[in-house]
């Protein structure tokens, strides 16, 4: 069973910073694409970052580029999630999700496994 749990969401003023992290327990993810996605109250999920778990390959939704980094620690199976100079269009639930394969994936009927989600909230 996989197991992926977020953390590191909260509360932040615009244009302060929040790390998230991602824990995948379950399985080795050497050949699994780790994303982030967001989803605000009353929109669709959408894309914020993927990471190949093997080879450092990133991919960004352009909304995000410039201010988020995201990375893993392979010995810790945990993927992050930096956000900087964030904006109040950032607040949503922030979920990480975890593909098996090669490349980085955009969309969510790409990912198999899910975290239950962190609330990550920027006023202004």
């Known amino acids: 069973q996989v197991q992926l749990v977020e953390s590191g969401g909260g509360l932040v003023q615009a244009g302060g910073s929040l790390r998230l992290s991602c824990a995948a327990s379950?399985?080795?993810?050497?050949?699994?694409?780790m994303g982030w996605f967001r989803q605000a109250p009353g929109k669709e999920r959408e894309f914020v970052a993927a990471?190949?778990?093997?080879?450092?390959?990133?991919h960004y939704a352009d909304s995000v580029k410039g201010r988020f980094t995201v990375s893993r620690d392979n010995a810790k199976n945990t993927v992050y999630l930096q956000m900087n100079n964030l904006k109040p269009e950032d607040s949503a639930v922030y979920y990480c999700?975890?593909?098996?394969?090669?490349?980085?994936?955009?969309?969510?009927?790409?990912?198999?496994?899910w975290g239950q989600g962190t609330q990550v909230t920027v006023s202004s």
């Open positions: 379950g399985r080795t993810f050497s050949r699994y694409t």
């Open positions: 999700a975890a593909k098996a394969g090669s490349d980085v994936y955009t969309t969510t009927t790409d990912y198999e496994y």
């Open positions: 990471i190949r778990w093997s080879v450092e390959r990133r």
